[in-house]
T-cell receptor
Framework: GAVVSQHPSRVICKSGTSVKIECRSLDFQATTMFWYRQFPKKSLMLMATSNEGSKATYEQGVEKDKFLINHASLTLSTLTVTSAHPEDSSFYIC???????????FGDGTRLSIL | SQKIEQNSEALNIQEGKTATLTCNYTNYSPAYLQWYRQDPGRGPVFLLLIRENEKEKRKERLKVTFDTTLKQSLFHITASQPADSATYLCALDTAGNNRKLIWGLGTSLAVNP
């Protein structure tokens, strides 16, 4: 149980393109989803916390107009990297948690490469 | 500022031995502490959660301890196998409202056959 699907797994695109990443909880309802970014040999960096039906809470230093998050249902959250540039290239990972203080369950990540 | 430190060096052990990984933290009092496994190019996989009022938690070959006085958690894998080779992450869990995880850098474990 507690499977989280993230799609796509890899994106390569030109600078200026907007990229949408989907995160779905397949067998549970996720009231809260998290979006992370991870650089090589660095720890997971929380970008934002997303609650179903409300605006995402962004961490300090994360541009909300650059990284648009939508959590329209209890099983789906999307992250759109708008007008992506090479410095946005990274490994983006989502996680989801059911209600209560339960562990986070992660997707397999999206490797984003902006040329 | 909050700081989490895990074994900075990669850990190499022989198959069958017990691997012990360390997670130390400062300037924080987490409600829970979690351990995850991450394989290259994959998302983390949850392993164990231990609460601040628990001293020890076990799951099959895994054991976690949590010492809130020392501000330290130890993660043990007994009878280690090559398939246990991965990066192991510890995360402080704030719990409650505005819950979030604060992550360590991870420790790379290699179990040699």
């Amino acid at each position: 149980g507690a499977v989280v699907s993230q799609h796509p797994s890899r994106v390569i695109c030109k600078s200026g393109t907007s990229v949408k990443i989907e995160c779905r909880s397949l067998d549970f309802q996720a009231t809260t989803m998290f979006w992370y970014r991870q650089f090589p040999k660095k720890s997971l960096m929380l970008m934002a916390t997303s609650n179903e039906g409300s605006k995402a809470t962004y961490e300090q230093g994360v541009e909300k107009d650059k990284f648009l998050i939508n959590h329209a249902s209890l099983t789906l959250s999307t992250l759109t990297v708008t007008s992506a540039h090479p410095e946005d290239s990274s490994f983006y990972i989502c996680s989801a948690t059911p209600t209560g203080n339960q562990p986070q369950h992660f997707g397999d990540g999206t490797r984003l490469s902006i040329l | 500022s909050q700081k989490i430190e895990q074994n900075s060096e990669a850990l190499n052990i022989q198959e069958g031995k017990t691997a012990t990984l360390t997670c130390n933290y400062t300037n924080y009092s987490p409600a829970y502490l979690q351990w995850y496994r991450q394989d290259p190019g994959r998302g983390p996989v949850f392993l164990l959660l231990i609460r601040e009022n628990e001293k020890e938690k076990r799951k099959e070959r895994l054991k976690v301890t949590f010492d809130t006085t020392l501000k330290q958690s130890l993660f043990h894998i007994t009878a280690s196998q090559p398939a246990d080779s991965a990066t192991y992450l510890c995360a402080l869990d704030t719990a409650g409202n505005n819950r979030k995880l604060i992550w360590g850098l991870g420790t790379s474990l290699a179990v040699n056959p």
